[in-house]
């Protein structure tokens, strides 16, 4: 399948679409006391084989976050993904009346629709695994990653990095214990454990060094009620 960047993959889940932006160093996650937490999502959705993997993890991120209103669905991950599609630097999308109708769109585009529909207020970025723990201790993330083919198959709720990248991916990273990181895919339950998984530090340090690797922790705004 050919991507709104031009790029093709295999597999029509993997939307993620690099849009770097230099500015994003300017909003680094702050220091913060460690320890272990999970930030749970009471229902892992499936994106089915649309590459709508950006709206279904900001979706899952909301949930963790404790939005458990029942419009915080499928459809809801739909329009932020499309959304996303109509703000990011590239043409088309999949939405109605797009052309082309192309699938895939970027975190920072994604990140940007939910601030300015008022769900985020400030959202920060890191790129090493400490600075991921750091924001791990205020609230979940979405990490944005190269897919790799090892990681299609989370035997027994372990995920590596291993084999030939086969397109970019968004998913959410929601706890921390020692160097263990959860991951909750948006795959449905048949992925990993249920639908979660988990990686190691070194294995989450060589997504975030290679392409597209960024996970953005936005934070919510404390007067909108869930």
């Not at 975190?107 to 790129?127: I, N, P």
């Not at 990248?165 to 948006?186: Q, Y």
């Amino acid at each position: 399948m050919e991507l709104r960047n031009g790029t093709t993959v295999d597999d029509p889940r993997l939307g993620l679409l690099a849009q770097a932006d230099p500015r994003n160093h300017d909003y680094k996650v702050a220091k913060a006391d460690r320890g272990a937490v999970t930030w749970a999502v009471d229902n892992v959705l499936d994106q089915g084989n649309d590459g709508a993997c950006v709206g279904y993890a900001f979706t899952h991120l909301l949930r963790a976050q404790g939005w458990h209103h029942p419009a915080i669905d499928e459809a809801f991950a739909w329009s932020i993904y499309t959304a996303a599609q109509k703000v990011d630097p590239w043409p088309g999308g999949e939405y109605a009346g797009a052309k082309p109708q192309m699938a895939g769109t970027s975190l920072l585009a994604g990140a940007k629709v939910l601030h300015r529909a008022g769900y985020f207020g400030e959202y920060r970025w890191a790129s090493t695994v400490s600075k991921v723990r750091d924001g791990l201790m205020a609230g979940p993330g979405v990490l944005g990653c190269m897919w790799r083919a090892s990681m299609d198959d989370a035997a027994d709720g372990i995920v590596t990095v291993k084999g030939r990248r086969v397109g970019g991916h968004a998913l959410l990273i929601n706890g921390v214990d020692d160097d263990l990181f959860m991951l909750t895919n948006s795959w449905g339950g048949s992925w990993g454990d249920d639908g979660t998984a988990i990686i190691t530090a070194d294995d989450l340090a060589k997504l975030l060094r290679d392409d597209v690797g960024e996970v953005v922790f936005p934070s919510r705004h404390e007067h909108l009620t869930a």
